[in-house]
């Protein structure tokens, strides 16, 4: 069976031969830490779970349910007041099944083959499948230590910008852990205006900023609303990475051409779901912050753990992960990962696996606590691995 020219340009070797490798040493029962896949090991809140199991026996909550049902849309709304200072209304609303698939699709909305999209490198990687499905092509601007892990659109030449659909924003920012600032914000809608750019702001970390700072939301800038929207996705701040629930909010013309292409595959999100994610959306605010305090710590534990072994590892902003540079003596971040798992039993994701420009770079996910991540620590320091050089 030949597959498609599309199925081509997925790579996904590195990560097959991590997982083979990992799975192996799994089986020989070596003690590993796994901070490779950025999933929390948090329990979601109570109330999330008995929503969804009380709508479960509801059989009338079975059917297909079409569409989103006012309730959440209107529950996304008031979150967005009470929570962001932002005022929007339910036409500005549709679901996804995670900002994954979402993102994954959007460009099926916005683009035809061959036209140009602007995405991060590094990147979260849905973000170039995502241009890929649509036949898009990838114009990647660097995130890099050059420009503070931060966008820099005078980074973009003209030519690109005139031709480009959309630009994917996500900070803070999976892998590097950087944050966003008002200026940076405002210089990206000012290139949105100024040349005719849809901006896709992906949220996923706004409940995981550290040290004082707090996480927001991209339309609360002026503008924000007309060059763009932004994914919102209930994954990481109340534990839900399984039950895929995201939404996109902003921009109404592409929120409504959104769900058209949704209507078309898709005959709308489990109705038990939506309830629990309205009960999300209800929840108090104190265990969403006690928990980035957590992860603070978890930070902290890892940051300074790696720093204090000769590893120098600057504590990141925010995300749930940590980013470093690999040690001297490794020709790629694979190879440096392979090492460390064997070797310390310590699992991370390569940095190659974000794009090029992530190369010479791993990426920890902060899923263990502080006392595992210093056992983590300890056991790369007694490898010996970091004396290669
Ligand atoms: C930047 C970023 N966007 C999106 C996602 C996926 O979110 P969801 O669970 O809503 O698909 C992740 C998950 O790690 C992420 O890091």
Not at 223 to 236: D, P
Not at 252 to 280: E, H, N, W
Not at 287 to 315: F, H, K, M
Not at 322 to 331: C, L
Request: with cysteine; aromatic share 10%; net charge negative.
């Amino acid at each position: 069976m030949e597959f498609s020219r599309r199925m081509q340009r997925f790579g996904d070797e590195v990560f097959l031969a991590l997982d083979e490798r990992k799975r192996a040493l799994e089986r020989e029962g070596k003690k590993l830490y796994n901070l490779s896949i950025g999933t929390p090991d948090f329990v979601p809140p109570l109330a999330v779970r008995k929503a969804l199991a009380e709508a479960a026996m509801d059989p009338d909550n079975w059917k297909y349910a079409l569409r989103d049902t006012d309730e959440l849309l209107e529950a996304v709304c008031a979150y967005y007041a009470r929570r962001f200072g932002v005022a929007i209304t339910p036409d500005q609303v549709a679901s996804c099944y995670g900002s994954q698939e979402g993102i994954g699709h959007i460009g099926l909305v916005l683009c035809d083959e061959g036209d140009t999209v602007l995405l991060p490198s590094p990147c979260y990687p849905v973000f170039i499948a995502g241009a890929m499905m649509a036949g898009a092509e990838p114009w990647y601007y660097p995130m890099t230590a050059e420009t503070g892990f931060l966008p820099r659109v005078s980074d973009i030449p003209e030519e690109v910008a005139r031709r480009a659909k959309y630009m994917v924003v996500s900070l803070p920012s999976n892998p590097m852990g950087s944050v966003g600032t008002p200026e940076v914000y405002r210089e990206i809608i000012d290139f949105a205006k100024h040349w005719d750019i849809l901006i896709l702001h992906d949220n996923a970390y706004s409940d995981i900023l550290y040290d004082g700072l707090e996480g927001g939301s991209f339309l609360s800038y002026e503008g924000a609303a007309e060059v763009g929207c932004e994914f919102f996705s209930l994954s990481k701040s109340f534990n839900l990475t399984g039950a895929r629930i995201s939404f996109l909010i902003g921009r109404r013309d592409v929120v409504a051409a959104f769900r058209k292409l949704r209507s078309q595959i898709d005959f709308g999100m489990f109705l038990p779901l939506q309830k629990a994610a309205v009960a999300a959306l209800r929840e108090p605010r104190e265990p969403v912050l006690r928990q980035r305090d957590d992860y603070e710590a978890r930070r902290n534990a890892l940051c300074d753990g790696l720093s204090s072994i000769g590893w120098e590892t600057p504590r990141n902003a925010g995300s749930m992960f940590v980013y470093t540079k690999i040690p001297d003596g490794y020709a790629t971040s694979a190879e440096f990962c392979l090492a460390l798992m064997e070797r310390a039993g310590v699992v991370c994701t390569p940095g190659s696996g974000f794009g090029p420009l992530g190369e010479g770079y791993v990426r920890f996910a902060l899923v263990l606590p502080p006392e595992e991540l210093k056992k983590a620590v300890r056991a790369i320091d007694e490898s010996g691995i970091l004396k290669k050089a």
